[in-house]
């Protein structure tokens, strides 16, 4: 099948600091595809190399179409959405008005009704608390706000950056059964940012391991799951 | 007693002033984290563009409204030209520096254009006083054009998707970003709004003080104390603050220092906010986590 999203040499810095060194993988239609790696390794700048936030050299194509040096308002008008590292939720605002932003691109205004009843079925709290403003949230909150924000705009593909940070293992897990819920049923591509690697492997099809800002090793979940040097390092058995 | 209440009406009206200049304050302050320094000379600018409209044989009224869209573009067209290339470095400096250069060039410009003397601006409102003598017409009109301004800005920020947005980029602008909002142009409208509302209380306060070029110097000092004295990040803080501001500047002129030190009440407050609470009254404190 074509890549949705196509990777290719991609470097990235932050100011003189060489941060990616020629990067290479692709994201399939539909699937979950994780980045793993130990912290430093380059994972949250590739997903803000792919969204234009850090300088960048190479190729990232997106559905076929060039991103490179594009604007991230551009980017992500395209179909990416990005749910940042510290959930980027706007605290001052109410839960409503931040799912009202996530929906600011779109054309289909008639259809924003029918969506946040979509995001309140898979979070049910959000609708619950749409009034209050979104800094009063739990951190568990915060991210399935971060979360529905991102699918108000509907997109093909859903960048994720360490969705379970700071929060506890039992809320982790209800956020990933949900992200695993809305890949099925929406049939969004996700490209998926984790420390916690046997949780990231769990849901994705597809792994890519970074060292450095480089491609170590890729494969399927479950042949990276069972790669021997994986496993001690990063899954720790 | 009726003096008292004739200073605290009068104080209301002037307030008005203040707020819609500390308002336009807060615009700014909001997306660039900068106090304005040439907010007044900009409402003195779009004074003089209203004069000329009017001295052309213009109604008033459509004078006025022109007047507001000319102010509005202008206030993009300056953010644009002259802020934008200092938008995505962190000079603090050199964006004030702007800003001063701005206040002197568009009040030398104006001096040049329409001469230093002082000029009549006419106002829109009857002569006739109301409340027992204690309100003029305008100074009626200015409080009822200052309250429509306030309601509509008010309007435009909770309910219309651009005036959402234009929050949203003040308060996260990266975020904003990944939702699709161009926060560059929001800036640009921001400057439009504060150049809009601007002249608004420009052309309420001229009748008052007389058209010069130097007629906001003394007015900008008092939306300064409002804005900060309700919080400069906090635009009904600011909007309050504007209205307090009249009422004690009325009230200590009278009573406690006299007219000729009036204006010291509003560096008093000035720097009795800066040093007892720096976030004004309904400022949000910024805490910074290192």
């Known amino acids: 099948m074509a890549a949705i999203l196509e990777v290719k040499d991609l470097h990235a810095f932050y100011g003189p600091t060489h941060v990616l060194h020629g990067l290479n993988f692709g994201i399939?239609?539909?699937?979950?595809?994780?980045?793993?790696?130990?912290?430093?390794?380059?994972?949250?700048?590739?997903?803000?190399?792919?969204?234009?936030?850090?300088?960048?050299?190479?190729?990232?194509?997106?559905?076929?179409?060039?991103?490179?040096?594009?604007?991230?308002?551009?980017?992500?008008?395209?179909?990416?959405?990005?749910?940042?590292?510290?959930?980027?939720?706007?605290?001052?605002?109410?839960?409503?008005?931040?799912?009202?932003?996530?929906?600011?691109?779109?054309?289909?205004?008639?259809?924003?009704?029918?969506?946040?009843?979509?995001?309140?079925?898979?979070?049910?709290?959000?609708?619950?608390?749409?009034?209050?403003?979104?800094?009063?949230?739990?951190?568990?909150?915060?991210?399935?706000?971060?979360?529905?924000?991102?699918?108000?705009?509907?997109?093909?593909?859903?960048?994720?950056?360490?969705?379970?940070?700071?929060?506890?293992?039992?809320?982790?897990?209800?956020?990933?059964?949900?992200?695993?819920?809305?890949?099925?049923?929406?049939?969004?591509?996700?490209?998926?940012?984790?420390?916690?690697?046997?949780?990231?492997?769990?849901?994705?099809?597809?792994?890519?391991?970074?060292?450095?800002?480089?491609?170590?090793?890729?494969?399927?979940?479950?042949?990276?799951?069972?790669?021997?040097?994986?496993?001690?390092?990063?899954?720790?058995? | 007693m009726e003096a008292f209440f004739y200073q605290v009406l009068s104080g209301l009206a002037t307030g008005g002033i203040y707020a819609s200049l500390a308002l336009a304050l807060v615009m700014i302050y909001n997306a660039t984290h900068l106090v304005n320094f040439a907010q007044g000379e900009m409402a003195m600018f779009s004074t003089y563009i209203a004069w000329t409209l009017i001295n052309a044989g213009m109604p008033y009224w459509a004078a006025f409204f022109l007047t507001v869209a000319i102010s509005f573009a202008g206030g993009v067209v300056i953010e644009r030209v002259v802020i934008r290339p200092f938008e995505r470095q962190d000079a603090v400096l050199a964006v004030v520096t702007v800003f001063i250069g701005l206040l002197l060039i568009l009040n030398s410009v104006a001096g040049w254009i329409y001469e230093y003397t002082l000029k009549v601006f006419p106002s829109p409102f009857p002569e006739t006083s109301y409340f027992g003598g204690m309100l003029n017409g305008h100074q009626l009109g200015l409080f009822g054009v200052t309250f429509v301004t306030l309601i509509l800005v008010y309007l435009f920020f909770r309910f219309t998707p651009l005036g959402l947005a234009m929050r949203a980029a003040a308060q996260n602008p990266e975020s904003s970003r990944l939702v699709g909002i161009r926060v560059s142009w929001m800036l640009a409208l921001g400057w439009g709004l504060a150049g809009a509302i601007g002249a608004v209380a420009g052309m309420m306060i001229a009748p008052i003080v007389y058209l010069d070029p130097s007629m906001m110097t003394g007015v900008l000092n008092y939306g300064f104390a409002a804005a900060l004295l309700g919080g400069i990040s906090n635009p009904w803080g600011a909007v309050l603050g504007g209205f307090i501001v009249g009422v004690l500047e009325n009230l200590m002129g009278d009573y406690v220092v006299g007219t000729e030190l009036k204006l010291t009440v509003a560096l008093v407050i000035i720097v009795g906010v800066l040093v007892l609470k720096p976030s004004g009254l309904f400022g949000k404190t910024l805490v910074t986590r290192v």
């Not at chain 1, 779109?106 to 259809?111: A, E, F, L, T, V």
Request: charged residues 25%; aromatic residues 6%.
């Open chain 1, 28 to 237: 399939e239609p539909g699937g979950i595809t994780t980045l793993l790696g130990a912290n430093g390794a380059g994972k949250t700048t590739t997903l803000r190399a792919v969204c234009g936030m850090v300088t960048t050299r190479g190729h990232v194509t997106f559905e076929g179409q060039a991103l490179t040096g594009k604007a991230t308002e551009d980017i992500v008008r395209r179909g990416i959405a990005h749910v940042p590292e510290g959930r980027g939720t706007f605290a001052d605002l109410t839960v409503e008005e931040n799912l009202r932003l996530g929906a600011y691109t779109r054309k289909d205004k008639g259809n924003i009704t029918g969506d946040f009843d979509r995001v309140y079925r898979y979070f049910p709290t959000l609708k619950e608390r749409s009034k209050q403003q979104a800094g009063t949230l739990s951190g568990g909150e915060q991210q399935m706000l971060a979360v529905a924000r991102a699918l108000m705009m509907r997109p093909r593909l859903l960048l994720l950056d360490e969705p379970s940070f700071g929060l506890a293992p039992m809320i982790v897990q209800d956020i990933f059964n949900i992200l695993r819920t809305i890949n099925r049923e929406e049939k969004v591509a996700m490209l998926l940012v984790e420390q916690n690697a046997s949780l990231a492997l769990n849901i994705a099809d597809h792994a890519y391991l970074l060292e450095t800002g480089r491609v170590m090793i890729s494969g399927t979940s479950d042949v990276i799951k069972n790669d021997d040097s994986v496993r001690r390092s990063y899954l720790g058995y």
